[in-house]
C-alpha cells in the first residue's frame, strides 16, 4: 500500500479510502492516480489485513464429516455458490468422520475469524459446537445435534418415506 501512494504522489490514507469503502472522499484527479498506480505495480490488497481491521472476514466455515460423499459434494457446490453471490468466500473443512479432525478444525475455523459455520458432522464437540454458537451463526446439515439449539437444514426422513410410499402406492405397487 505505501508502494502504491509513493506511486501516485498521496497518502497511504488516501490509498485506503480508495480501496475501502471511503473511495467518494477522494477527489477523481486522486482516484484516477491511485487506480493507475495499483494497475501498473500489480498491487493487491490482502484480504486477512483488511478483515483484522474491519472486524470482517467475509469467511464462511463448513464442516463436513465426508468430502467424498455425493450429498456433501452437493451441499458445499450449493453452498459455495451461495456464498460467492452473497461476497464471501467457503473455508471447507473435512473430518473424515474422525473425532480428533473435528475438533482441529473447529479450533482452526475459529482462528480464521469465520462470519458463520455450517456443520455436517458428527457433531461429538456439543461444548465446542456450543461456545462457536455463542459466537457466530451456525446451520446443522442433515444431521440434528443433541443440545445445540441451532437452525437445521435438511430432510424429513420419515415424511420422505411416507411419500415414496405413497407414489409407489399410487402407481399400483
Known sequence: ML???????VSKASVSRFIGE??????????KRIEQAISELG?????MARGLKRGRTRLIGMLVADIRNPYSIAVMHGVETACRQHGY??????????DEQERQHLAAL????IEGLIVNTLGHHLDELRELHRELPMVLVDRKVDLLDSDLVGLDNPAAVEMALDHLEARGY
Open 3 to 9: 508502494d502504491v501512494a509513493e506511486h501516485a504522489r
Open 22 to 31: 471511503d473511495r467518494a472522499l477522494l477527489s477523481e484527479a486522486t482516484a
Open 43 to 47: 498491487y493487491r490488497p490482502n484480504q
Open 89 to 98: 468466500s467457503l473455508v471447507v473443512c473435512n473430518t473424515d468422520r474422525d
Open 110 to 113: 475459529r482462528s480464521y475469524n
